[in-house]
């Protein structure tokens, strides 16, 4: 295998055992493995998919109803400081005109209220909630900065405009430009891009908004400083097939900080639901997941559907927001836009299981999965999982070369977020010395949403 080669694999996290052999083991250590993408198993047999999951319609949180905001408001940025939770929006559609940079706060992530800032007059008052005005306010997307070396003054950070400018905030309300030029050129830009800043490669990441032959597409860039930025590359989404993708959404997913995961605006252009409507396009959320940055799978079936409201049927709905929130140890929140140039529009709360997003399933005839060869760090298997009262779990030990299992666990049912793995008769796990293991995993009506190696 040439050294090109190597290189790429090595960049998505694989290591290897034995390269002449052509044997590839994938060295997780003790990180968190979800099933978002095909990195983790080599084969499924019998009645074992790994399949998407979806998520639950919540409450409706905010009401885009205040005088500065609008039916066309969009671009919303969902994030948590401390016990505050922040909401920032481009507020538009008003009877003013014109676009503002909006927030608005919550403690628990459900019930929203507008700070009256005093910073910027609308229409006549400076009561209102606007937090930036003028070059940048169409796609204002702040982050809280978790790089070690941020300075107290610049701990907010946000990409804004058409080209982006970068900006900071001591305290996410009062901001400033870094630099007065825009830090990123080659692009167009018109929709919702993003950055943050990457702990686990050490760098700011920005995701972009392009054209590629006509279709709306996502080009990434790096930056050390967050003002000096790479060319953007294409995102390369494998065999997935050519689809407009409005917005990204991107984020490293908390748990597992080494996976991207994005949920792109898929829209529709040549498809009309509701002719009187009269601007043309549906649209749905899709999910995909990247261990570079710039490699992608991405799941061709919905993650985000219209459902059966006529009016997300219309143009430019179902923009899920930028940002992941764990309300509690066993769930997550996300958030998108309903009802998009409607008097109706809305931001709405949905809810996944933790590390709910995809999981290996299986079915009630049951079946198996085999993973690729694994270097792990740990000998205690956790493992986030459910079954029905019928359902099971069962996981075998196997060297590299497979053969009889090295241990056998317990057979799991239940439902569990986190469950440490016990061995027949409690034996502790003994791991060859050198080289990878595998795992066989037995499911039958059931669910493996996660997994991870501990010391």
């Known amino acids: 295998m040439c050294r090109n080669a190597l290189l790429a694999l090595a960049a998505v996290g694989v290591a290897f055992a034995d390269v002449a052999a052509g044997q590839p083991a994938a060295d997780i250590d003790t990180r968190r493995e979800l099933f978002v993408d095909s990195f983790l198993v080599e084969s499924l047999e019998g009645d074992v998919t790994r399949q998407l999951h979806h998520p639950i319609p919540r409450e409706i949180v905010h009401e885009y109803t205040a005088p500065w905001e609008g039916p066309t408001s969009a671009y919303m940025t969902i994030l948590r400081d401390g016990d505050l939770v922040r909401l920032y929006l481009r507020g538009s559609g008003h009877e003013g005109g014109g676009e503002v940079t909006c927030m608005a706060e919550s403690t628990d992530g459900i019930h929203f209220t507008r700070p009256e800032l005093g910073l910027f007059e609308f229409d006549g008052s400076t009561a209102n909630s606007i937090v930036w005005l003028g070059e940048g306010t169409h796609n204002f997307t702040p982050f809280v900065d978790t790089n070690p070396d941020c300075q107290p003054e610049e701990r907010y950070k946000a990409i804004a405009g058409r080209p982006p400018l970068a900006l900071a905030s001591p305290d996410g309300i009062h901001w400033r430009k870094l630099a007065e030029d825009p830090v990123i050129t080659e692009g167009a830009f018109d929709s919702q891009n993003l950055a943050f800043y990457d702990t686990e490669r050490g760098y700011y990441v920005c995701f972009l908004?392009?054209?590629?032959?006509?279709?709306?597409?996502?080009?990434?860039?790096?930056?050390?400083?967050?003002?000096?930025?790479?060319?953007?590359?294409?995102?390369?989404?494998?065999?997935?097939?050519?689809?407009?993708?409005?917005?990204n959404a991107a984020v490293p997913y908390f748990r597992a900080p080494h996976i991207y995961l994005a949920f792109p605006n898929r829209y529709v252009p040549e498809r009309t639901k509701i002719p009187e409507h009269g601007e043309r396009g549906v649209c749905d959320g899709v999910l995909m997941s990247s261990r570079d940055g710039v490699h992608w799978e991405r799941w061709e079936e919905a993650f985000l559907r219209?459902?059966?409201?006529?009016?997300?049927?219309?143009?430019?709905?179902?923009?899920?927001?930028?940002?992941?929130?764990?309300?509690?140890?066993?769930?997550?929140?996300?958030?998108?836009?309903?009802?998009?140039?409607?008097?109706?529009?809305?931001l709405r709360r949905g809810t996944?299981?933790?590390?709910?997003?995809?999981?290996?399933?299986?079915?009630?005839?049951?079946?198996?999965?085999?993973?690729?060869?694994?270097?792990?760090?740990?000998?205690?298997?956790?493992?986030?999982?459910?079954?029905?009262?019928?359902?099971?779990?069962?996981?075998?030990?196997?060297?590299?070369?497979?053969?009889?299992?090295?241990?056998?666990?317990?057979?799991?049912?239940?439902?569990?977020?986190?469950?440490?793995?016990?061995?027949v008769e409690g034996a502790e796990l003994s791991l060859p010395e050198e080289g990878p293991i595998?795992?066989?995993?037995?499911?039958?009506?059931?669910?493996?949403?996660?997994?991870?190696?501990?010391?």
Not at 377 to 400: D, H, K, M, P, Q
């Open 209 to 247: 908004r392009d054209f590629a032959d006509g279709v709306r597409t996502i080009r990434t860039c790096t930056s050390p400083d967050f003002v000096h930025w790479t060319e953007p590359e294409w995102l390369d989404y494998g065999d997935a097939p050519l689809e407009h993708l409005y917005t």
């Open 438 to 455: 595998r795992l066989r995993i037995h499911l039958r009506d059931a669910d493996l949403y996660s997994l991870r190696f501990l010391e």
């Open 352 to 423: 996944l299981r933790t590390d709910g997003f995809v999981s290996l399933h299986g079915g009630a005839e049951g079946g198996t999965a085999l993973t690729r060869p694994l270097i792990v760090g740990g000998s205690r298997l956790e493992v986030n999982y459910a079954t029905s009262a019928v359902g099971s779990i069962r996981f075998e030990v196997l060297g590299a070369e497979e053969g009889a299992p090295l241990a056998v666990s317990e057979e799991l049912f239940g439902d569990e977020i986190t469950r440490v793995v016990e061995w």
């Open 306 to 346: 219209p459902g059966p409201d006529p009016l997300n049927w219309t143009d430019r709905n179902q923009h899920i927001a930028y940002g992941i929130l764990p309300l509690s140890e066993t769930e997550l929140s996300i958030y998108w836009t309903e009802n998009y140039r409607h008097d109706t529009a809305r």
